[in-house]
């Protein structure tokens, strides 16, 4: 898997090292609080044809803070270009409503990086679904989002009692160890199913990549 400079699975430390949050403060889920705005005449339009995982001196917060940041400005952008028409049209309404949706859901990610309280494996998870963005491979970003959502671990097998004051054998084996599985959080659903439709709006932004480099679904 494709990896940050310096920013493997098991990295933790941070290129400042001061241990400060070094996220960036700018608006939390980034495009700027109108997105109907248009860009500034002078100001460079963003691509999502970026190379933040390979940036030396970034930490893995920043990486996924700024490319998914830097993904939504680029989406902004385009709903911003439509004509009028088509932003008043259903089509177009639904299309704003979506933006608007995936920008608030993926606030708490940003937040968390903020405060680096993201579990490291779903940082590194989320750093190689950026990595796989940034390479045109969507397929394998794909995969490492289905990693990070429901995980690659083996389920029990054999019956377990599900009653309504039972809890499932999943359950109690994942509690054992420990483990707060990152998908028992509505928040952190919702931050992940924001990056996933941020990997599809990538996807769409490259209409040259391979069918077998395409995410489905």
Same mark, same amino acid.
């Given at each position: 898997?494709?990896?940050?400079?310096?920013?493997? %699975?098991? %990295?933790?430390?941070?290129? @400042?090292?001061?241990?400060?949050?070094?996220?960036?403060?700018?608006?939390?889920?980034?495009?700027?609080?109108? !997105?109907?705005?248009?860009?500034?005449?002078?100001?460079?339009?963003?691509?999502?044809?970026?190379?933040?995982?390979? &940036? @030396?001196?970034?930490?893995?917060?920043?990486?996924?803070?700024?490319?998914?940041?830097?993904?939504?400005?680029?989406?902004?952008?385009?709903?911003?270009?439509?004509?009028? =028409?088509?932003?008043?049209?259903?089509?177009?309404?639904?299309?704003?409503?979506?933006?608007?949706?995936?920008?608030?859901?993926?606030?708490?990610?940003?937040?968390?990086?903020?405060?680096?309280?993201?579990?490291?494996?779903?940082?590194?998870?989320?750093?190689?679904?950026? $990595?796989?963005? !940034?390479?045109?491979?969507?397929?394998?970003?794909?995969?490492?989002?289905?990693?990070?959502?429901?995980?690659?671990?083996?389920?029990?097998?054999?019956? &377990?009692?599900?009653?309504?004051? =039972?809890?499932?054998?999943?359950?109690?084996?994942?509690?054992?160890?420990?483990?707060?599985?990152?998908?028992?959080?509505?928040?952190?659903?919702? %931050?992940?199913?924001?990056?996933?439709?941020?990997?599809?709006? $990538?996807?769409?932004?490259?209409?040259?990549? $391979?069918?077998?480099?395409?995410?489905?679904?």
């Amino acid at each position: 898997a494709p990896e940050a400079k310096g920013h493997g %699975a098991g %990295a933790g430390a941070d290129a @400042a090292g001061d241990g400060a949050p070094e996220v960036d403060d700018e608006d939390e889920a980034g495009g700027g609080a109108d !997105e109907h705005r248009a860009r500034d005449a002078g100001q460079p339009r963003p691509t999502v044809r970026t190379s933040f995982s390979t &940036t @030396a001196g970034l930490s893995r917060e920043k990486i996924v803070v700024k490319y998914f940041k830097n993904a939504l400005r680029c989406w902004t952008d385009d709903l911003a270009d439509r004509h009028d =028409d088509e932003k008043r049209s259903l089509k177009g309404k639904t299309a704003t409503k979506t933006l608007k949706q995936c920008r608030d859901y993926i606030r708490p990610l940003f937040k968390r990086c903020k405060h680096k309280a993201v579990p490291d494996d779903v940082l590194a998870g989320l750093v190689s679904v950026v $990595a796989f963005c !940034e390479a045109a491979n969507f397929r394998k970003a794909g995969d490492a989002y289905i990693d990070i959502a429901i995980g690659r671990a083996a389920w029990p097998v054999g019956v &377990t009692s599900v009653g309504i004051h =039972d809890r499932s054998g999943r359950e109690k084996i994942m509690e054992g160890k420990g483990t707060a599985h990152i998908m028992a959080s509505e928040e952190m659903r919702k %931050a992940l199913h924001s990056v996933k439709r941020l990997i599809t709006y $990538a996807q769409s932004k490259h209409p040259d990549v $391979a069918p077998s480099n395409k995410m489905l679904g």
